[in-house]
């Protein structure tokens, strides 16, 4: 007999998994390590909560009238962008693979099925939804209505992505490869209207603090802020209701629109549950896509999960780093991205586009020349090495491999980093000269941080792989480790942090006496900057040689037996 929820069977299925997942996590507890891994992740989680829900109560102007309904539309719009991104990309109904050929078996209706979907969906978007209203009502008229209000409207959108990828289902080849073309460009659109978002609400002043942005504004509309534009308000109508939920300042003036909300609800789902396309074959294809990116991220993670574009394979990799062992061991890596890190290093140039705007909030006097690409170069690096992986952090399957290869494990260990480091140094490189350019503020501290650059970035790289050898994980995406790879990433990112805080703390003890050193013997500014520079380098070149023997030493030592996955 079939509830109003759906199947009997799948609601128990689901009730077993989750009772399940909780029995392991318990079962993690048991062990020391396990038990301070959960303790570390669940307490920087609970103190991000904690954090939230304070700033919640503290007094801030909210956003209200009609420029806060547009804001609050235009946010609706960003996350709707990026649902429909993803059910473009995955069509039909997925079901991991353990379970999908069991259940399409089982007599039961492929509305049920959905149903059954739609209700996992819903669970895990509702933690989305509470962290994302502790973090946005308090900027809402009414936060308690608000944070309601964003509850629900985060419940909406499994809906609209399950209902995107079964219609997709029944539409031809031909259009299937177009709509994940079209998904593409929607996933950069989203990125696009993120950062025009967060800047328009990040900037004290307007975006007309922003270059960019005050000639976007002025094209737009004449006005200061973009978004203010009566397009957005046309593209954003069907969000009325949820925007109007949100936005309610009274219970009287929300209860109508948060009811309207919930029946829209409703109707969405069984709607989405009843569409009367057959998607079972489309949904084993997905399955056993989605079970070979799982295989491939336990692998390693980011960029180098990626599946290899065929199409660059007629294209000849040059040998950048030699011939010898070493130099095939870096062209075996330059290959690599080559071939898998197209999409990672669009998104990439996005991120830094959206850096260097962010830059224009932070530096607006005399202090550019020397704090932009320095803050360009520290945040550009931590995103773009934890974003491609092409290091050992792909190796762990092949471990065994490259332990057997007839070369000094030190030498290993700087082959496998030198091309990530040289991409990652080069993008930062036309990034920060860019910006100088644009900015008018080309000059030598400009050329102390570049010629800095690459150093900083190896050691970067070189400790996160150092951390990764002597305690190698696989993190695999929606794992029931969540809690506790958060607590060890969190513990990595403290020891990276005080790692990294030493190594500044030596330049930094290199460049004052030699700077004075410069000054005593009547060198310029100039001279003094550039005997700095040198003595900096020599300091990162010593971290790095240091660092570099430290990673032959631990490679030397790796048992290719032992698996923490």
């Not at 789902?269 to 079972?280: M, N, T």
């Not at 803050?375 to 065994?400: K, P, V």
């Not at 951390?467 to 990112?493: C, S, T, Y």
């Amino acid at each position: 007999m079939r509830s109003a929820l759906g199947a009997p069977a799948l609601n128990l299925l689901l009730r077993l998994k989750l009772r399940g997942m909780v029995r392991r996590q318990v079962r993690r507890l048991r062990t020391p390590k396990g038990f301070v891994l959960t303790l570390v992740g669940a307490g920087a989680f609970a103190a991000w909560i904690a954090s939230l829900t304070v700033a919640s109560f503290q007094p801030i102007e909210p956003l209200s009238g009609h420029v806060g309904e547009l804001r609050v539309r235009a946010f609706g719009a960003l996350l709707l962008l990026v649902s429909l991104s993803t059910a473009l990309t995955n069509r039909g109904l997925y079901l991991p693979k353990a379970e999908i050929e069991r259940l399409f078996s089982a007599p039961l209706a492929r509305a049920d099925l959905v149903r059954y979907r739609l209700l996992a969906g819903g669970l895990r978007s509702l933690l989305g939804g509470v962290v994302l209203g502790l973090f946005g009502a308090r900027r809402l008229p009414n936060p308690p209505l608000a944070f309601a209000g964003i509850v629900l409207a985060m419940q909406i959108l499994p809906v609209i992505n399950q209902f995107v990828a079964i219609a997709l289902g029944g539409i031809g080849q031909r259009a299937s490869r177009l709509a994940r073309r079209v998904g593409t460009g929607l996933l950069l659109g989203s990125l696009a209207a993120a950062g025009l978002l967060a800047l328009s609400l990040a900037s004290g002043r307007g975006p007309s603090r922003v270059p960019v942005l005050g000639t976007l504004a002025r094209a737009l509309d004449g006005g200061e802020d973009p978004l203010l534009h009566p397009l957005l308000g046309l593209v954003t109508a069907p969000l009325l209701p949820w925007v109007r939920a949100v936005m309610a300042e009274t219970p009287g003036e929300f209860l109508p629109w948060f009811v309207l909300c919930l029946g829209l609800f409703a109707l969405a789902s069984e709607v989405c549950a009843r569409l009367p396309v057959d998607f079972r074959e489309l949904s084993l294809a997905t399955s056993a896509r989605a079970a070979a990116r799982l295989s491939r991220a336990r692998a390693g993670g980011g960029a180098s999960a990626t599946r290899a574009d065929r199409s660059l394979a007629r294209y000849r990799i040059p040998w950048l780093f030699g011939r010898g062992p070493a130099g095939a061991i870096a062209w075996r890596k330059c290959a690599g991205m080559a071939r898998k890190a197209k999409g990672a290093l669009w998104i990439a140039l996005l991120a830094l586009a959206f850096l260097v705007l962010f830059v224009d909030l932070f530096f607006d006097g005399p202090e550019r020349a020397l704090g932009a690409p320095v803050m360009i170069a520290t945040l550009g690096t931590i995103y773009l090495c934890s974003g491609l992986r092409f290091d050992f952090r792909e190796e762990l399957e092949r471990m065994d491999i490259v332990r057997a290869w007839p070369l000094h494990p030190a030498r290993v260990f700087l082959a496998m980093l030198l091309p990530e480091v040289v991409l990652v140094a080069a993008l930062l490189s036309v990034t920060v000269v860019l910006e100088a350019a644009a900015r008018g503020t080309l000059g030598t501290p400009l050329l102390g941080v570049i010629a800095c650059l690459p150093f900083l970035v190896f050691a970067w790289v070189a400790l996160d792989n150092l951390v990764f050898l002597i305690a190698p994980v696989r993190h695999v995406p929606g794992q029931d480790g969540l809690v506790q790879n958060a607590g060890r990433r969190m513990i990595q990112m403290a020891l990276l942090a005080l790692l990294a805080l030493l190594t500044v703390g030596l330049a930094w003890l290199a460049f004052l006496p030699a700077s004075a050193l410069a000054r005593e013997l009547g060198a310029g500014p100039g001279g003094e900057l550039a005997a700095g520079t040198v003595a900096v380098l020599v300091v990162l070149l010593a971290v790095d040689a240091v660092l570099v023997f430290l990673g032959g030493f631990v490679l030397r030592s790796f048992d290719v037996a032992r698996d923490r996955g």
